[in-house]
Protein backbone atom coordinates (compact mmCIF):
# COMPACT_ATOMS: atom_id res chain seq x y z
CA UNK A 1 0.00 0.00 0.00
CA UNK A 2 3.02 2.13 0.74
CA UNK A 3 4.78 1.52 -2.87
CA UNK A 4 1.45 2.33 -4.61
CA UNK A 5 0.32 5.25 -2.73
CA UNK A 6 3.81 7.10 -3.61
CA UNK A 7 3.67 6.12 -7.05
CA UNK A 8 0.35 7.67 -7.02
CA UNK A 9 1.66 10.91 -5.61
CA UNK A 10 4.14 10.93 -8.46
CA UNK A 11 1.13 11.55 -10.55
CA UNK A 12 -0.08 14.72 -11.66
CA UNK A 13 -3.44 15.84 -9.66
CA UNK A 14 -5.80 15.96 -12.16
CA UNK A 15 -4.79 11.87 -12.93
CA UNK A 16 -5.18 11.60 -8.89
CA UNK A 17 -8.56 12.59 -8.89
CA UNK A 18 -9.73 10.53 -12.02
CA UNK A 19 -8.34 7.31 -10.57
CA UNK A 20 -10.04 8.87 -7.12
CA UNK A 21 -13.04 8.65 -9.65
CA UNK A 22 -12.26 5.05 -10.95
CA UNK A 23 -12.01 3.94 -7.41
CA UNK A 24 -15.58 5.06 -6.33
CA UNK A 25 -17.20 4.42 -9.29
CA UNK A 26 -16.29 0.72 -9.82
CA UNK A 27 -18.57 0.11 -6.26
CA UNK A 28 -20.72 1.77 -7.60
CA UNK A 29 -20.64 -0.10 -10.69
CA UNK A 30 -20.90 -3.69 -9.01
CA UNK A 31 -24.00 -2.49 -6.64
CA UNK A 32 -25.49 -1.76 -9.96
CA UNK A 33 -24.98 -4.82 -10.66
CA UNK A 34 -26.33 -6.50 -7.64
CA UNK A 35 -29.30 -4.22 -7.60
CA UNK A 36 -29.95 -5.28 -11.16
CA UNK A 37 -29.97 -9.00 -10.25
CA UNK A 38 -32.32 -7.69 -7.21
CA UNK A 39 -34.19 -6.38 -10.01
CA UNK A 40 -34.71 -9.29 -12.08
CA UNK A 41 -35.88 -11.18 -8.92
CA UNK A 42 -38.26 -8.94 -7.64
CA UNK A 43 -39.28 -8.65 -11.27
CA UNK A 44 -40.27 -12.53 -11.14
CA UNK A 45 -41.71 -12.71 -7.78
CA UNK A 46 -43.88 -9.68 -9.25
CA UNK A 47 -45.54 -11.81 -12.33
CA UNK A 48 -45.80 -14.85 -10.23
CA UNK A 49 -47.96 -12.53 -7.14
CA UNK A 50 -49.48 -11.37 -10.33
CA UNK A 51 -50.20 -15.03 -11.37
CA UNK A 52 -51.54 -16.45 -7.88
CA UNK A 53 -53.61 -13.21 -7.98
CA UNK A 54 -55.20 -14.52 -11.19
CA UNK A 55 -55.92 -18.17 -9.74
CA UNK A 56 -57.49 -16.95 -6.88
CA UNK A 57 -59.56 -14.93 -9.28
CA UNK A 58 -60.54 -17.72 -11.29
CA UNK A 59 -61.15 -19.62 -7.93
CA UNK A 60 -63.51 -17.49 -6.73
CA UNK A 61 -65.31 -17.23 -10.39
CA UNK A 62 -65.74 -21.16 -10.50
CA UNK A 63 -67.14 -20.57 -6.91
CA UNK A 64 -69.87 -17.69 -7.78
CA UNK A 65 -70.32 -19.83 -10.97
CA UNK A 66 -71.18 -23.58 -8.99
CA UNK A 67 -73.63 -21.47 -6.58
CA UNK A 68 -74.97 -20.11 -8.92
CA UNK A 69 -75.69 -23.04 -11.37
CA UNK A 70 -76.39 -25.66 -8.31
CA UNK A 71 -79.56 -22.97 -7.35
CA UNK A 72 -80.66 -23.01 -10.93
CA UNK A 73 -80.13 -26.36 -11.38
CA UNK A 74 -81.74 -27.49 -8.14
CA UNK A 75 -84.78 -24.91 -9.26
CA UNK A 76 -85.42 -26.06 -12.65
CA UNK A 77 -85.79 -29.87 -11.60
CA UNK A 78 -87.86 -29.16 -8.34
CA UNK A 79 -90.28 -27.14 -10.76
CA UNK A 80 -93.35 -29.09 -11.35
CA UNK A 81 -94.31 -28.63 -15.16
CA UNK A 82 -90.59 -29.86 -15.78
CA UNK A 83 -91.88 -33.01 -13.53
CA UNK A 84 -95.29 -32.95 -14.85
CA UNK A 85 -93.21 -32.71 -18.58
CA UNK A 86 -91.24 -35.95 -18.35
CA UNK A 87 -93.85 -38.30 -16.75
CA UNK A 88 -97.23 -37.10 -18.36
CA UNK A 89 -98.10 -39.04 -21.84
CA UNK A 90 -99.02 -36.69 -24.44
CA UNK A 91 -101.81 -37.75 -27.07
CA UNK A 92 -100.80 -34.93 -29.26
CA UNK A 93 -97.19 -34.06 -30.63
CA UNK A 94 -98.70 -30.18 -30.18
CA UNK A 95 -98.52 -30.60 -26.79
CA UNK A 96 -94.93 -31.26 -26.45
CA UNK A 97 -93.93 -28.26 -28.82
CA UNK A 98 -96.67 -25.75 -26.48
CA UNK A 99 -94.28 -26.53 -24.02
CA UNK A 100 -90.89 -26.35 -25.47
CA UNK A 101 -92.51 -22.69 -27.30
CA UNK A 102 -93.50 -21.45 -23.15
CA UNK A 103 -91.81 -23.84 -20.89
CA UNK A 104 -89.58 -23.10 -18.22
CA UNK A 105 -86.63 -24.34 -19.88
CA UNK A 106 -86.02 -21.01 -21.84
CA UNK A 107 -87.13 -18.82 -18.46
CA UNK A 108 -83.91 -20.70 -16.66
CA UNK A 109 -81.36 -19.78 -19.40
CA UNK A 110 -82.70 -16.36 -19.76
CA UNK A 111 -81.85 -15.69 -16.12
CA UNK A 112 -78.47 -17.12 -16.99
CA UNK A 113 -76.08 -15.89 -18.82
CA UNK A 114 -73.04 -17.77 -17.81
CA UNK A 115 -75.08 -20.86 -19.14
CA UNK A 116 -74.72 -22.26 -22.89
CA UNK A 117 -77.67 -24.41 -22.14
CA UNK A 118 -79.73 -26.77 -19.99
CA UNK A 119 -79.98 -30.36 -21.54
CA UNK A 120 -82.49 -32.87 -19.84
CA UNK A 121 -81.85 -36.54 -21.07
CA UNK A 122 -84.69 -38.91 -20.63
CA UNK A 123 -85.17 -42.93 -21.01
CA UNK A 124 -88.91 -43.07 -22.48
CA UNK A 125 -88.56 -43.76 -26.05
CA UNK A 126 -92.07 -42.59 -26.68
CA UNK A 127 -90.73 -38.71 -25.69
CA UNK A 128 -90.50 -35.94 -28.33
CA UNK A 129 -87.64 -34.58 -27.91
CA UNK A 130 -85.52 -31.53 -29.20
CA UNK A 131 -82.36 -30.15 -28.71
CA UNK A 132 -83.14 -29.36 -25.44
CA UNK A 133 -85.05 -32.79 -24.51
CA UNK A 134 -83.15 -35.89 -25.60
CA UNK A 135 -83.62 -39.35 -25.61
CA UNK A 136 -80.60 -40.93 -23.72
CA UNK A 137 -79.63 -43.73 -26.00
CA UNK A 138 -77.11 -46.26 -25.54
CA UNK A 139 -74.28 -44.02 -25.72
CA UNK A 140 -75.22 -41.93 -23.28
CA UNK A 141 -75.96 -44.06 -20.80
CA UNK A 142 -72.89 -45.50 -21.16
CA UNK A 143 -70.75 -42.27 -20.27
CA UNK A 144 -69.73 -41.98 -16.96
CA UNK A 145 -71.15 -39.08 -16.21
CA UNK A 146 -74.56 -40.17 -16.70
CA UNK A 147 -74.02 -43.20 -14.59
CA UNK A 148 -72.96 -41.27 -11.82
CA UNK A 149 -75.86 -38.60 -12.18
CA UNK A 150 -78.43 -42.22 -11.85
CA UNK A 151 -76.52 -43.66 -9.11
CA UNK A 152 -76.41 -40.55 -7.23
CA UNK A 153 -79.49 -39.07 -8.04
CA UNK A 154 -79.62 -36.70 -4.92
CA UNK A 155 -76.88 -34.95 -5.25
CA UNK A 156 -74.76 -32.62 -7.85
CA UNK A 157 -72.06 -33.60 -10.19
CA UNK A 158 -69.56 -31.69 -11.98
CA UNK A 159 -67.91 -33.47 -15.20
CA UNK A 160 -66.65 -32.33 -18.47
CA UNK A 161 -69.62 -33.95 -20.49
CA UNK A 162 -70.27 -34.42 -24.27
CA UNK A 163 -72.04 -31.39 -25.22
CA UNK A 164 -75.30 -32.90 -27.61
CA UNK A 165 -75.13 -30.23 -29.82
CA UNK A 166 -71.51 -30.77 -31.41
CA UNK A 167 -70.18 -33.26 -29.03
CA UNK A 168 -67.45 -31.08 -27.30
CA UNK A 169 -66.74 -32.24 -24.05
CA UNK A 170 -67.95 -28.62 -21.45
CA UNK A 171 -68.05 -27.74 -17.86
CA UNK A 172 -71.44 -29.47 -17.38
CA UNK A 173 -73.49 -29.67 -13.81
CA UNK A 174 -75.52 -32.35 -13.66
CA UNK A 175 -78.00 -34.06 -11.10
CA UNK A 176 -81.12 -36.68 -11.87
CA UNK A 177 -84.60 -35.80 -12.03
CA UNK A 178 -86.74 -37.66 -9.55
CA UNK A 179 -90.15 -38.38 -8.63
CA UNK A 180 -91.25 -40.51 -5.70
CA UNK A 181 -87.74 -41.97 -5.13
CA UNK A 182 -87.71 -43.05 -9.52
CA UNK A 183 -85.44 -41.44 -12.03
CA UNK A 184 -86.84 -39.81 -14.63
CA UNK A 185 -84.83 -37.94 -16.03
CA UNK A 186 -80.91 -36.53 -15.68
CA UNK A 187 -80.15 -32.23 -16.34
CA UNK A 188 -77.18 -30.82 -18.07
CA UNK A 189 -76.47 -27.63 -17.36
CA UNK A 190 -74.25 -26.78 -19.74
CA UNK A 191 -71.38 -24.04 -19.08
CA UNK A 192 -71.26 -20.87 -21.74
CA UNK A 193 -67.44 -21.50 -23.74
CA UNK A 194 -67.49 -17.46 -23.98
CA UNK A 195 -68.15 -16.85 -20.06
CA UNK A 196 -65.48 -18.96 -19.53
CA UNK A 197 -63.09 -17.69 -21.82
CA UNK A 198 -63.57 -14.31 -20.70
CA UNK A 199 -63.19 -14.60 -17.48
CA UNK A 200 -59.90 -16.80 -17.45
CA UNK A 201 -57.97 -15.61 -20.92
CA UNK A 202 -54.82 -13.90 -20.42
CA UNK A 203 -52.85 -12.21 -22.89
CA UNK A 204 -49.54 -13.21 -20.73
CA UNK A 205 -50.73 -16.69 -19.38
CA UNK A 206 -51.59 -20.09 -20.44
CA UNK A 207 -54.82 -21.36 -18.60
CA UNK A 208 -56.07 -25.28 -18.13
CA UNK A 209 -59.09 -25.63 -16.12
CA UNK A 210 -60.34 -29.30 -15.31
CA UNK A 211 -62.60 -30.71 -13.39
CA UNK A 212 -62.89 -34.28 -10.92
CA UNK A 213 -59.96 -35.90 -11.72
CA UNK A 214 -58.33 -34.10 -14.49
CA UNK A 215 -61.08 -33.61 -16.66
CA UNK A 216 -60.19 -30.57 -19.42
CA UNK A 217 -62.80 -28.10 -20.20
CA UNK A 218 -60.92 -24.87 -20.54
CA UNK A 219 -57.56 -24.72 -22.37
CA UNK A 220 -55.52 -22.24 -24.61
CA UNK A 221 -52.69 -24.22 -24.20
CA UNK A 222 -51.52 -25.83 -27.67
CA UNK A 223 -50.53 -29.33 -26.48
CA UNK A 224 -53.94 -29.52 -24.27
CA UNK A 225 -57.19 -29.99 -25.84
CA UNK A 226 -60.37 -28.73 -24.35
CA UNK A 227 -61.73 -31.82 -24.03
CA UNK A 228 -59.10 -33.80 -23.20
CA UNK A 229 -57.64 -35.45 -20.24
CA UNK A 230 -54.64 -34.41 -17.94
CA UNK A 231 -52.82 -37.06 -16.17
CA UNK A 232 -51.07 -35.73 -12.87
CA UNK A 233 -47.76 -37.29 -11.67
CA UNK A 234 -46.86 -38.27 -8.43
CA UNK A 235 -44.41 -35.42 -8.21
CA UNK A 236 -47.17 -32.68 -8.34
CA UNK A 237 -49.43 -32.14 -5.19
CA UNK A 238 -52.81 -32.03 -5.91
CA UNK A 239 -54.23 -32.59 -2.47
CA UNK A 240 -56.07 -29.43 -2.18
CA UNK A 241 -52.64 -26.82 -1.99
CA UNK A 242 -51.00 -24.50 -4.28
CA UNK A 243 -47.83 -25.55 -5.81
CA UNK A 244 -45.21 -23.04 -7.88
CA UNK A 245 -42.95 -24.72 -9.99
CA UNK A 246 -40.41 -23.16 -12.53
CA UNK A 247 -40.65 -26.20 -15.59
CA UNK A 248 -41.68 -29.36 -15.48
CA UNK A 249 -45.69 -29.31 -15.75
CA UNK A 250 -46.41 -30.87 -19.40
CA UNK A 251 -43.37 -29.98 -21.09
CA UNK A 252 -44.12 -26.19 -20.31
CA UNK A 253 -40.61 -23.77 -20.51
CA UNK A 254 -41.82 -20.97 -17.53
CA UNK A 255 -43.12 -21.55 -14.49
CA UNK A 256 -46.05 -22.88 -13.54
CA UNK A 257 -48.96 -22.53 -10.74
CA UNK A 258 -51.47 -25.69 -10.15
CA UNK A 259 -54.02 -25.54 -7.33
CA UNK A 260 -57.00 -28.05 -6.40
CA UNK A 261 -59.44 -27.18 -4.76
CA UNK A 262 -62.92 -29.24 -3.83
CA UNK A 263 -66.30 -26.99 -3.97
CA UNK A 264 -68.49 -30.20 -3.98
CA UNK A 265 -66.38 -31.49 -7.22
CA UNK A 266 -62.84 -30.90 -7.46
CA UNK A 267 -61.49 -28.23 -9.47
CA UNK A 268 -58.02 -28.21 -10.95
CA UNK A 269 -56.68 -24.66 -11.84
CA UNK A 270 -53.25 -24.80 -13.73
CA UNK A 271 -51.63 -20.85 -14.93
CA UNK A 272 -48.47 -21.53 -16.77
CA UNK A 273 -46.24 -18.66 -17.15
CA UNK A 274 -44.11 -18.64 -20.43
CA UNK A 275 -40.23 -17.94 -19.59
CA UNK A 276 -40.45 -15.44 -22.14
CA UNK A 277 -43.06 -13.07 -20.44
CA UNK A 278 -40.87 -13.34 -17.80
CA UNK A 279 -37.60 -12.35 -19.65
CA UNK A 280 -39.12 -9.91 -21.93
CA UNK A 281 -39.92 -7.87 -18.58
CA UNK A 282 -36.56 -8.34 -17.17
CA UNK A 283 -34.91 -7.54 -20.49
CA UNK A 284 -36.73 -4.91 -20.65
CA UNK A 285 -36.24 -3.09 -17.40
CA UNK A 286 -32.13 -4.27 -17.78
CA UNK A 287 -31.93 -2.11 -20.68
CA UNK A 288 -33.90 0.34 -19.15
CA UNK A 289 -31.50 0.46 -16.35
CA UNK A 290 -28.04 -0.08 -17.93
CA UNK A 291 -29.31 2.64 -20.14
CA UNK A 292 -29.71 5.07 -17.58
CA UNK A 293 -26.23 4.17 -15.42
CA UNK A 294 -24.48 4.04 -18.93
CA UNK A 295 -25.95 7.81 -19.57
CA UNK A 296 -25.15 8.68 -15.39
CA UNK A 297 -21.55 7.19 -15.80
CA UNK A 298 -20.89 9.19 -19.31
CA UNK A 299 -22.30 12.51 -17.74
CA UNK A 300 -20.11 12.36 -14.63
CA UNK A 301 -16.89 11.36 -16.70
CA UNK A 302 -17.42 14.28 -18.77
CA UNK A 303 -18.36 16.02 -15.29
CA UNK A 304 -15.26 15.22 -13.73
CA UNK A 305 -12.89 15.42 -16.46
CA UNK A 306 -14.54 19.24 -17.05
CA UNK A 307 -13.77 19.76 -13.27
CA UNK A 308 -10.38 18.28 -12.73
CA UNK A 309 -9.39 20.12 -15.90
CA UNK A 310 -10.10 23.51 -14.07
CA UNK A 311 -9.31 22.44 -10.74
CA UNK A 312 -5.74 21.35 -13.03
CA UNK A 313 -5.07 24.50 -14.52
CA UNK A 314 -5.79 27.01 -11.31
CA UNK A 315 -3.56 24.66 -9.65
CA UNK A 316 -0.79 25.02 -12.64
CA UNK A 317 -1.13 28.52 -12.45
CA UNK A 318 -0.55 29.06 -8.54
CA UNK A 319 1.91 26.60 -8.66
CA UNK A 320 3.89 29.23 -11.56
CA UNK A 321 2.73 31.92 -9.03
CA UNK A 322 4.08 30.81 -6.29
CA UNK A 323 7.69 29.79 -8.48
CA UNK A 324 7.52 33.73 -9.18
CA UNK A 325 7.29 34.71 -6.03
CA UNK A 326 10.26 32.01 -4.41
CA UNK A 327 11.96 33.93 -6.94
CA UNK A 328 11.82 37.00 -5.83
CA UNK A 329 9.02 38.54 -8.49
CA UNK A 330 6.78 40.28 -5.95
CA UNK A 331 5.13 42.16 -8.37
CA UNK A 332 3.21 39.16 -10.17
CA UNK A 333 -0.26 39.51 -10.61
CA UNK A 334 -2.73 37.40 -7.67
CA UNK A 335 -6.14 37.06 -8.97
CA UNK A 336 -8.52 34.16 -8.67
CA UNK A 337 -12.33 35.03 -9.31
CA UNK A 338 -13.23 31.90 -7.26
CA UNK A 339 -14.81 31.54 -3.34
CA UNK A 340 -13.04 28.17 -2.58
CA UNK A 341 -9.79 27.00 -0.88
CA UNK A 342 -7.93 27.30 -3.88
CA UNK A 343 -9.34 31.46 -3.98
CA UNK A 344 -7.97 31.07 -0.48
CA UNK A 345 -4.59 30.16 -1.24
CA UNK A 346 -4.24 32.80 -3.87
CA UNK A 347 -5.30 35.13 -1.16
CA UNK A 348 -2.96 33.39 1.34
CA UNK A 349 -0.10 34.17 -1.50
CA UNK A 350 -1.24 37.62 -2.37
CA UNK A 351 -1.22 38.56 2.41
CA UNK A 352 2.60 36.28 2.22
CA UNK A 353 3.75 39.17 -0.66
CA UNK A 354 2.76 41.83 1.30
CA UNK A 355 4.18 40.61 4.27
CA UNK A 356 6.73 39.81 2.87
CA UNK A 357 7.82 42.86 1.25
CA UNK A 358 6.35 44.52 4.83
CA UNK A 359 9.18 42.12 6.53
CA UNK A 360 11.53 43.86 3.99
CA UNK A 361 10.70 47.31 4.34
CA UNK A 362 11.07 46.66 8.35
CA UNK A 363 13.95 44.98 7.94
CA UNK A 364 15.82 48.09 6.01
CA UNK A 365 13.62 50.58 8.50
CA UNK A 366 15.46 48.81 11.60
CA UNK A 367 18.90 48.85 9.87
CA UNK A 368 18.31 52.68 9.28
CA UNK A 369 16.88 53.02 12.90
CA UNK A 370 20.15 51.48 14.39
CA UNK A 371 22.48 53.29 12.19
CA UNK A 372 20.37 56.50 13.16
CA UNK A 373 20.29 55.11 16.97
CA UNK A 374 23.66 54.77 17.32
CA UNK A 375 24.35 57.89 15.87
CA UNK A 376 22.08 59.52 18.44
CA UNK A 377 23.84 57.84 21.69
CA UNK A 378 27.54 59.07 20.03
CA UNK A 379 26.20 62.32 19.94
CA UNK A 380 24.64 61.79 23.15
CA UNK A 381 28.04 60.47 24.44
CA UNK A 382 29.95 63.32 22.73
CA UNK A 383 27.59 66.14 24.50
CA UNK A 384 28.26 64.22 27.53
CA UNK A 385 31.71 64.54 27.32
CA UNK A 386 31.91 68.08 26.07
CA UNK A 387 30.04 69.48 28.72
CA UNK A 388 32.16 67.77 31.25
CA UNK A 389 35.03 69.61 29.96
CA UNK A 390 37.90 67.08 29.96
CA UNK A 391 36.95 64.58 32.90
CA UNK A 392 39.73 62.67 33.09
CA UNK A 393 40.97 66.15 33.96
CA UNK A 394 38.08 67.32 36.03
CA UNK A 395 37.97 63.93 38.18
CA UNK A 396 41.93 64.09 39.00
CA UNK A 397 41.33 67.96 39.85
CA UNK A 398 38.39 66.55 42.47
CA UNK A 399 40.48 63.91 44.17
CA UNK A 400 42.79 66.61 44.42
CA UNK A 401 40.54 69.04 46.20
CA UNK A 402 38.23 65.93 47.95
CA UNK A 403 42.28 65.12 49.67
CA UNK A 404 43.08 68.56 50.75
CA UNK A 405 39.56 69.04 52.27
CA UNK A 406 39.93 65.77 54.42
CA UNK A 407 43.34 66.57 55.42
CA UNK A 408 42.56 69.85 56.69
CA UNK A 409 39.26 67.76 58.60
CA UNK A 410 36.35 69.63 55.98
CA UNK A 411 34.66 65.77 56.11
CA UNK A 412 31.34 67.46 54.68
CA UNK A 413 33.74 69.27 51.61
CA UNK A 414 35.38 65.98 50.82
CA UNK A 415 32.49 63.95 50.55
CA UNK A 416 30.82 66.19 48.35
CA UNK A 417 34.15 65.83 46.36
CA UNK A 418 33.76 61.91 46.58
CA UNK A 419 30.20 62.19 45.58
CA UNK A 420 30.84 65.01 42.32
CA UNK A 421 33.91 62.20 41.50
CA UNK A 422 31.77 59.07 41.46
CA UNK A 423 29.14 61.09 39.17
CA UNK A 424 31.91 62.45 36.91
CA UNK A 425 33.39 58.60 36.91
CA UNK A 426 29.41 57.40 35.83
CA UNK A 427 29.31 59.86 33.08
CA UNK A 428 32.98 58.46 31.69
CA UNK A 429 31.36 54.44 31.57
CA UNK A 430 28.69 55.62 29.89
CA UNK A 431 28.30 52.97 27.37
CA UNK A 432 25.91 51.39 24.35
CA UNK A 433 23.31 49.03 25.15
CA UNK A 434 21.43 48.15 28.78
CA UNK A 435 22.19 49.06 32.19
CA UNK A 436 20.45 47.14 35.30
CA UNK A 437 17.84 49.20 37.08
CA UNK A 438 19.90 49.01 40.37
CA UNK A 439 23.08 50.81 38.42
CA UNK A 440 20.54 53.71 36.91
CA UNK A 441 18.63 54.16 40.05
CA UNK A 442 22.00 54.65 41.96
CA UNK A 443 23.32 57.11 39.30
CA UNK A 444 20.23 59.23 39.82
CA UNK A 445 20.51 59.03 43.41
CA UNK A 446 24.15 60.26 43.10
CA UNK A 447 22.51 63.22 41.06
CA UNK A 448 20.32 63.92 43.94
CA UNK A 449 22.64 63.92 46.55
CA UNK A 450 25.09 66.46 44.63
CA UNK A 451 21.73 68.77 44.32
CA UNK A 452 20.56 68.17 47.78
CA UNK A 453 24.21 70.13 49.18
CA UNK A 454 23.90 72.55 46.52
CA UNK A 455 19.88 73.65 47.55
CA UNK A 456 19.99 72.52 50.85
CA UNK A 457 16.80 72.20 52.99
CA UNK A 458 15.09 73.55 50.28
CA UNK A 459 14.90 70.45 48.06
CA UNK A 460 14.07 66.90 49.51
CA UNK A 461 13.12 63.61 47.44
CA UNK A 462 12.12 60.14 47.69
CA UNK A 463 12.88 56.89 45.47
CA UNK A 464 10.55 53.79 45.36
CA UNK A 465 10.56 50.77 43.36
CA UNK A 466 8.70 47.91 43.30
CA UNK A 467 10.48 46.90 39.99
CA UNK A 468 13.12 43.78 40.62
CA UNK A 469 16.21 46.31 40.52
CA UNK A 470 17.92 43.67 37.90
CA UNK A 471 15.37 44.73 35.07
CA UNK A 472 17.11 46.15 31.87
CA UNK A 473 16.87 50.00 31.32
CA UNK A 474 18.61 52.06 28.87
CA UNK A 475 21.17 54.27 30.17
CA UNK A 476 20.89 58.13 31.08
CA UNK A 477 16.96 57.52 31.15
CA UNK A 478 15.83 58.86 34.46
CA UNK A 479 18.71 60.84 35.53
CA UNK A 480 18.28 63.57 32.65
CA UNK A 481 14.35 63.57 33.66
CA UNK A 482 14.99 64.17 37.44
CA UNK A 483 17.89 67.10 35.69
CA UNK A 484 15.21 68.74 33.66
CA UNK A 485 12.84 68.63 37.11
CA UNK A 486 15.57 70.35 38.72
CA UNK A 487 15.98 73.24 35.86
CA UNK A 488 12.21 73.68 35.25
CA UNK A 489 10.54 73.43 37.97
CA UNK A 490 12.33 73.24 41.71
CA UNK A 491 14.91 76.18 40.93
CA UNK A 492 12.35 78.56 40.73
CA UNK A 493 10.78 77.16 44.55
CA UNK A 494 12.43 79.20 47.39
CA UNK A 495 11.49 76.70 50.09
CA UNK A 496 9.92 72.99 50.31
CA UNK A 497 11.14 71.48 46.60
CA UNK A 498 10.49 67.73 46.34
CA UNK A 499 11.11 65.35 43.41
CA UNK A 500 9.56 61.92 43.77
CA UNK A 501 10.83 59.29 41.70
CA UNK A 502 8.25 56.06 41.91
CA UNK A 503 9.16 53.11 39.76
CA UNK A 504 6.29 49.96 39.12
CA UNK A 505 4.37 47.72 37.03
CA UNK A 506 1.21 48.56 35.11
CA UNK A 507 -0.11 45.46 32.89
CA UNK A 508 2.06 44.82 30.37
CA UNK A 509 4.79 48.06 31.39
CA UNK A 510 7.19 48.90 33.46
CA UNK A 511 6.07 53.01 35.16
CA UNK A 512 8.61 55.33 35.55
CA UNK A 513 7.12 58.38 37.07
CA UNK A 514 9.24 61.62 38.07
CA UNK A 515 7.13 64.24 39.93
CA UNK A 516 7.80 67.30 41.45
CA UNK A 517 6.16 70.45 43.00
CA UNK A 518 7.63 73.02 41.05
CA UNK A 519 6.06 75.93 38.93
CA UNK A 520 4.53 73.55 36.25
CA UNK A 521 4.13 74.76 32.67
CA UNK A 522 1.79 76.62 30.54
CA UNK A 523 -0.51 75.31 28.11
CA UNK A 524 1.20 76.61 25.55
CA UNK A 525 5.06 75.94 26.90
CA UNK A 526 3.94 72.11 27.28
CA UNK A 527 2.35 71.89 23.73
CA UNK A 528 5.19 73.10 21.81
CA UNK A 529 7.81 70.60 23.98
CA UNK A 530 4.67 67.77 23.35
CA UNK A 531 5.47 68.89 19.57
CA UNK A 532 8.88 68.79 20.34
CA UNK A 533 8.86 65.12 21.58
CA UNK A 534 6.76 64.00 18.46
CA UNK A 535 9.27 65.28 16.17
CA UNK A 536 12.02 64.02 18.49
CA UNK A 537 13.69 67.14 17.74
CA UNK A 538 17.23 67.19 19.35
CA UNK A 539 19.13 70.15 17.58
CA UNK A 540 18.64 73.19 19.42
CA UNK A 541 16.24 75.00 22.39
CA UNK A 542 15.79 73.64 25.62
CA UNK A 543 14.63 70.31 27.17
CA UNK A 544 17.30 68.26 24.63
CA UNK A 545 17.77 66.07 27.35
CA UNK A 546 14.02 65.06 27.19
CA UNK A 547 13.70 64.74 23.58
CA UNK A 548 17.02 62.64 23.70
CA UNK A 549 15.09 60.52 26.12
CA UNK A 550 11.99 60.01 24.84
CA UNK A 551 14.14 59.34 21.22
CA UNK A 552 15.96 56.40 22.21
CA UNK A 553 13.18 54.94 24.07
CA UNK A 554 11.34 54.92 20.82
CA UNK A 555 13.79 53.77 18.47
CA UNK A 556 14.63 50.79 21.12
CA UNK A 557 11.55 50.24 22.42
CA UNK A 558 8.98 50.87 19.76
CA UNK A 559 6.40 53.45 19.42
CA UNK A 560 4.34 52.49 21.87
CA UNK A 561 6.57 53.30 24.73
CA UNK A 562 8.45 57.03 25.43
CA UNK A 563 8.18 59.94 27.64
CA UNK A 564 4.50 61.80 28.87
CA UNK A 565 3.86 64.73 30.44
CA UNK A 566 0.89 65.85 33.04
CA UNK A 567 1.31 69.39 34.11
CA UNK A 568 -0.21 72.17 35.44
CA UNK A 569 1.09 75.82 36.08
CA UNK A 570 2.13 76.54 39.38
CA UNK A 571 1.13 73.02 40.21
CA UNK A 572 4.35 70.87 39.28
CA UNK A 573 4.77 68.71 36.52
CA UNK A 574 4.87 64.85 36.09
CA UNK A 575 7.15 62.86 33.59
CA UNK A 576 5.89 59.61 33.00
CA UNK A 577 8.76 56.87 31.20
CA UNK A 578 6.81 54.05 29.82
CA UNK A 579 8.84 50.87 28.97
CA UNK A 580 8.17 47.47 27.73
CA UNK A 581 7.57 44.68 31.22
CA UNK A 582 8.89 41.41 28.88
CA UNK A 583 12.16 41.19 27.95
CA UNK A 584 11.00 39.50 24.65
CA UNK A 585 9.13 42.84 24.11
CA UNK A 586 12.26 44.49 24.53
CA UNK A 587 14.64 42.32 22.57
CA UNK A 588 12.38 42.46 19.21
CA UNK A 589 12.13 46.04 19.21
CA UNK A 590 15.85 46.66 19.94
CA UNK A 591 16.07 44.22 16.63
CA UNK A 592 13.81 46.04 15.07
CA UNK A 593 11.15 43.88 14.48
CA UNK A 594 7.10 44.63 15.06
CA UNK A 595 5.30 42.72 17.22
CA UNK A 596 1.27 41.46 17.06
CA UNK A 597 0.30 44.91 18.63
CA UNK A 598 2.24 46.91 17.15
CA UNK A 599 1.20 45.76 13.67
Not at 130 to 136: F, M
Not at 183 to 199: F, K, L, P, Q
Amino acid sequence: MKIKHIKLKNSSIRNQMLIMFLIVILPMFAASIMLLVNIRSEVTDKILSIANERADSIRNRLTDLTDSTEALVDSFISDERVISFLTNDYKENADYYRYYSRGPHQERLRAAPFLKSIKVFTEREDFITNVDYIYADEDIRSEQWYKTAVENSGEFFWDAAADPSDGVRRLSCIKAVTKDGSVIGVVSAIVSDEWINRGVTSENNKTILCVGSGNVFFSNYDTVNSDGRIEFDSSISMNGSRMVMKEGLLGFKGHTIAETFNYGTDFQIILMIPAGVTDLEINKLSVIYTGYFCLFFILSLLIIVLFTSVFSRRITLLSEKMHAVAGGDFKVEISDEGKDEIAQLYTDLEQMIHSMQTMMDDVYQAKLQNEEFKFVQMEAEFKALASQINPHFLYNTLETIRMKAFCNNDKETADLVKKLGKFMRRCLEFKDGEVTLRSELEFTNGYLELQSARFGDRVSYSIYSEVSKDYMILPLVIQPVVENAFVHGIEGCKDNGRIEIRVYYSGENVLIDVKDNGSGMSAEKLAELQAKLRRNDTSSGKSIGLTNVNKRIKMYHGERYGLTIQTKEGGGTTIRITLPRDPAVRSAAAAGVKTDSER
